[in-house]
T-cell receptor, first 114, second 109 residues
Framework: EPEVTQTPSHQVTQMGQEVILRCVPISNHLYFYWYRQILGQKVEFLVSFYNNEISEKSEIFDDQFSVERPDGSNFTLKIRSTKLEDSAMYFC????????????FGAGSRLTVL | DAKTTQPNSMESNEEEPVHLPCNHSTISGTDYIHWYRQLPSQGPEYVIHGLTSNVNNRMASLAIAEDRKSSTLILHRATLRDAAVYYCISPASYDKVIFGPGTSLSVIP
């Protein structure tokens, strides 16, 4: 069964450092998403991306965050200057089309900011 | 998104059916009802979705009330592997799915 692949599975970084989390969505999917989940809390929407541009973003997704699809397969989330409160699991998801809202999620990347 | 209300937690015995309720009284006529679940230490996983009619798939069944103000996710025989947080969502936006706190299901051997 096709799956969404995320790397790294766990990253530890110092506060203020830049972090890039990578995702390989399912190959024929057109819509891409990033979510995060702080330990013990609910899954929070960050951003959705279609046709090489952001289609929606949440209040969490401020200027410190950016997303990119640098080639035909990868979808990345960059955090420019990490803060302690960015420590969370970050989930990438993709879907074939909007409106179906059937998202396939990756296993997540755990980010620990020290 | 239409507001959904679910119990915080439920328990079930292994191999018995589980009925997970969800209220969505503000749902509009064209909003689908989606269910996802999140197993421990994993990402969310799509379970099932429907609009008006009851739906079945290999994972579960979805029973939707006639007035569409509530729905029930049915796991026909709970296994230990079904212990997870189950999310009922009615997305109003095509570009995102918003997760609430969900129902934490415990399965007792």
């Amino acid at each position: 069964e096709p799956e969404v692949t995320q790397t790294p599975s766990h990253q530890v970084t110092q506060m203020g450092q830049e972090v890039i989390l990578r995702c390989v969505p399912i190959s024929n999917h057109l819509y891409f998403y990033w979510y995060r989940q702080i330990l013990g809390q609910k899954v929070e929407f960050l951003v959705s991306f279609y046709n090489n541009e952001i289609s929606e973003k949440s209040e969490i997704f401020d200027d410190q965050f950016s997303v990119e699809r640098p080639d035909g397969s990868n979808f990345t989330l960059k955090i420019r200057s990490t803060k302690l409160e960015d420590s969370a699991m970050y989930f990438c998801a993709s879907s074939y089309r909007a409106g179906a809202n059937v998202l396939t999620f990756g296993a997540g990347s755990r980010l620990t900011v020290l | 998104d239409a507001k959904t209300t679910q119990p915080n937690s439920m328990e079930s015995n292994e191999e018995e059916p589980v009925h997970l309720p969800c209220n969505h009284s503000t749902i509009s006529g064209t909003d689908y009802i989606h269910w996802y679940r999140q197993l421990p230490s994993q990402g969310p996983e799509y379970v099932i979705h429907g609009l008006t009619s009851n739906v079945n798939n290999r994972m579960a069944s979805l029973a939707i009330a006639e007035d569409r103000k509530s729905s029930t996710l049915i796991l026909h025989r709970a296994t230990l592997r079904d212990a997870a947080v189950y999310y009922c969502i009615s997305p109003a936006s095509y570009d995102k799915v918003i997760f609430g706190p969900g129902t934490s299901l415990s399965v007792i051997p």
